[in-house]
């Protein structure tokens, strides 16, 4: 193994890569100045939190798919995945298909969720629920599911900085120092530039991350072999080869499912408002589609080849599998040394972008759904200085939990993913949902938080202390919450549709009927009056004048996509993905071949080119719905359909210059407010036009006729 002066590449490596953040993070400062001045001299005016957590709507296919790609593959992409697979095999696979799920439901939401932002000129990750649904309940029940897996996932990586850069220099592992350094240059960047710096630094940290993850295989391969050179017969653990059981497939399946919304999560959101353009966003969905082949699939790999690479070099048991085998490729020196360098420099770069990504998008909707509603007549400027205080406290927080939470903080891990997974049927619904099947928000806050409970009550009352000798069949907390919240909805929908003889189905829809009125003057400034659902109490309605002057309904949504091809606006496509979840789920016989007293397998297993047979069933049914996205995604057009000289004005998108400007919380937005006035006006003139020139005609006609 390497000793300490053989570290001095890390010791030159780690600083230079702080030293190129660095540089791109001024970079990204440069950039907002110039985008600023720019907007300037054409006359456009750019609020500032618009600038700082969206980039100003500006980022182009390169840094959506830099971005992207580097907050969604994480730290324990790099680290994780290799671990588990050393310790279990090839059922690390399930980090290759809930990542594929993950694609899934991105960019099936993506193209809407994006056309609603620019419609209604949503800016917090949280307006879409606000907007769609005008109830605080179901508002801040939102709020609270976005933030506090949030706040779990960043004490998370705020743990693996720690663990992972004392690992790499051989500290102490209570030493916090380096940590909490890492954590202020994290949040100096934020401070620095917003989002535009830390996705500039994204596409840096995603860079490096691609580079370790092509070559490291290679370099694997060429001086130990790869999965075709392991002999099962001499193979450290033949019980990787045996198929899985019942329970664990089981368990494999809801894994791929439950992290299908992530979507929801508000660093995700970010990125889909940031995108300049439908085609930018599409860039972005490509690379999370093709990420899980370039990142599980080779964590996959290397932990399961380094089961047998270790145990050659008479490593047993390591911490750190994925340090260990690191450290042995070091040994060989030359090229493998570093590449083992760049790796190492890559695993941090991983826990730090999805940090700093998350850390932004934290701040973010604590600032939009907390600080300015309490200061709604703060300008714009002061209210991102409210959100740099968010910031300090949002990481102040997670280093506090992860230094003092100790074995409490790897529970709540388990379930943070479980967490996010209740926002989905408030999404779906708002984003999917006609008039029919349309909810009343309160009782989908209800399935919310009932999912929420349940996600608890099941890990630590009963997967906690799991025994699957005595226990019954394992469950993914939050898939069971998930089930338990869809219920829940569907049967306080069923006693609301009783009690009101069907009166009153799901979200008041009267206001689609509603017109623009044309405001012009004084009127420009005034606050649309948007109807409350019926019997709503006053203190359940929030501000909604910034959003429109009409209230963003069911019916509305689908007229804002018309002309628009996605996928999840077919009910097939939604079957298809659920049978597809089946497919990718290793659906054998558990436990063949059984092991003997000695734990070697009783027969020869079933192995093509060195992997188990069962394995090939959930990379080609993988690799089937990777094509099935790209198809998808490529079908999307590159941006929304044009304006139509008979458009409905309410789904008219804002154009750059009207998006944002906020003077105050709810400000109305007397810009994009004049621009529909005057398509109402156009459409009123073009219409006396015809009325005219109808009734001109009709009276030449009776001329002619009394002539004859």
């Known amino acids: 193994m390497v000793d300490s002066s053989d570290l001095i590449g890390l010791y030159i490596a780690i600083p230079l890569y702080f030293c190129f953040l660095l540089g791109a993070a001024v970079w990204g400062m440069l950039r907002i100045r110039r985008q600023k001045a720019a907007m ?25 798919a830099g971005t992207m790609f580097a907050s969604f593959f994480s730290g324990y992409t790099v680290v994780g995945v290799p671990n588990e697979a050393f310790r279990t095999g090839w059922l690390s696979l399930r980090w290759l298909t809930t990542a594929a799920f993950v694609g899934v439901g991105y ?49 998370a990586q705020c743990t693996a900085i720690r663990t992972t850069f004392n690992s790499i220099f051989r500290l102490d592992p209570d030493n916090y120092g380096p940590v909490i350094g890492i954590c202020i240059i994290i949040l100096l960047f934020e401070y620095m530039g917003g989002l535009s710096c830390v996705a500039l630094t994204d596409a840096v940290q995603g860079f490096i991350m691609v580079l370790s993850f092509l070559i490291i295989p290679i370099v694997i391969k060429k001086n130990y072999g790869g999965w075709a050179e392991l002999d099962w017969q001499i193979y450290p653990r033949q019980d990787f080869y045996q198929t899985p059981t019942a329970s664990e ?6 894994f791929t499912v439950v992290n299908f919304c992530f979507f929801s999560l508000p660093h995700f959101l970010q990125r889909t408002y940031a995108a300049s353009s439908l085609k930018a966003l599409k860039t972005g969905f490509n690379v999370v589609a093709l990420g899980p082949w370039l990142t599980m699939l080779t964590g996959t790999f290397i932990g399961t080849v380094g089961v047998q690479l270790l145990a050659d070099a008479g490593i047993e048991n390591p911490a750190s599998p994925y340090g260990a085998i690191l450290m042995v490729l070091m040994d060989l020196g030359g090229f493998p040394y570093a590449m083992a360098v760049i790796t190492f420099t890559a695993s941090l770069a991983a826990i730090m972008s999805t940090a700093d990504s998350l850390l932004i998008a934290i701040s973010h909707v604590l ?36 230094i003092l939470g100790g074995k409490n903080l790897s529970d709540l891990a388990a379930i943070q993913f479980g967490l996010s997974l209740q926002l989905l049927p408030v999404f779906m619904v708002g984003l999917y949902a006609n008039k029919m099947f349309d909810c009343h928000p309160w009782t989908l806050a209800f399935g919310a938080w009932s999912g929420f409970i349940t996600t608890f009550a099941i890990h630590y009352s009963y997967m906690k202390g799991y025994n699957p000798e005595i226990d019954g069949p394992p469950f993914n907390s939050g898939v069971m919450g998930f089930f338990m919240n869809v219920a829940t909805i569907m049967l306080a929908e069923s006693l609301r549709w009783i009690v009101t003889r069907g009166s009153v189905k799901g979200v008041v829809d009267e206001s689609t009927e509603d017109e623009t009125d044309m405001f012009v003057g004084e009127d420009l400034g005034k606050t649309p009056a948007i109807k409350p659902h019926k019997n709503q109490p006053a203190w359940d309605v929030p501000k909604l004048g910034r959003f429109g002057d009409v209230a963003f309904t069911s019916d509305l949504m689908w007229k804002c996509m018309e002309g628009v091809r996605e996928p999840f606006s077919e009910p097939w496509f939604g079957i298809l993905m659920f049978l597809f979840s089946l497919t990718m789920t290793p659906l054998v016989g558990g436990g063949s071949p059984p092991l ?54 309410n789904t008219v998108s804002l154009t750059r210059a009207e998006l944002g400007q906020r003077s105050s919380y709810d400000g109305v937005n007397a810009s994009a407010r004049l621009h529909r006035s005057s398509i109402v006006r156009a459409s009123q003139i073009k219409s006396s036009v015809i009325k005219g020139a109808i009734v001109e005609d009709e009276a030449a006609e009776q001329e002619a006729a009394k002539e004859q």
Do not use: C
Not at 51 to 64: D, Q
Not at 114 to 134: C, E, G, M, W, Y
Not at 600 to 627: E, R, Y
């Open 40 to 64: 300037a001299e054409e006359g456009v005016k750019e609020d500032n939190l618009t600038v700082h957590y969206l980039g100003g709507r500006s980022f182009n296919g390169f840094l959506t």
């Open 107 to 155: 960019f099936g939401t993506g193209a809407r969720l994006r056309k609603a932002s620019l419609v209604r000129n949503h800016q917090s990750p949280t307006d879409f629920i606000t907007d769609r649904f005008r109830s605080q309940i179901l508002r801040y029940t939102v709020v609270t599911l976005q933030i506090f897996p949030s706040i779990i996932y960043l004490t």
């Open 249 to 254: 497939q089981w368990l494999f399946w809801q």
């Open 367 to 402: 600032t939009a759904e907390i600080v300015y509603p309490l200061a709604p007549d703060a300008s714009p400027a002061r209210i991102t200085m409210f959100g740099r205080i968010s910031s300090f406290v949002s990481i102040s927080v997670a280093l506090a939990i992860s």
């Open 596 to 649: 003997d007293e000695n734990g070697m397998l009783a027969f020869p297993p079933n192995v093509f080119n060195g992997l188990p047979s069962w394995t090939l069933n959930t990379i080609f049914f993988t690799l089937f719905i990777t094509f099935v996205m790209f198809r998808a995604i490529n079908l999307m057009p590159d941006d929304y359909p044009e304006v139509k000289e008979d458009v409905d004005p």
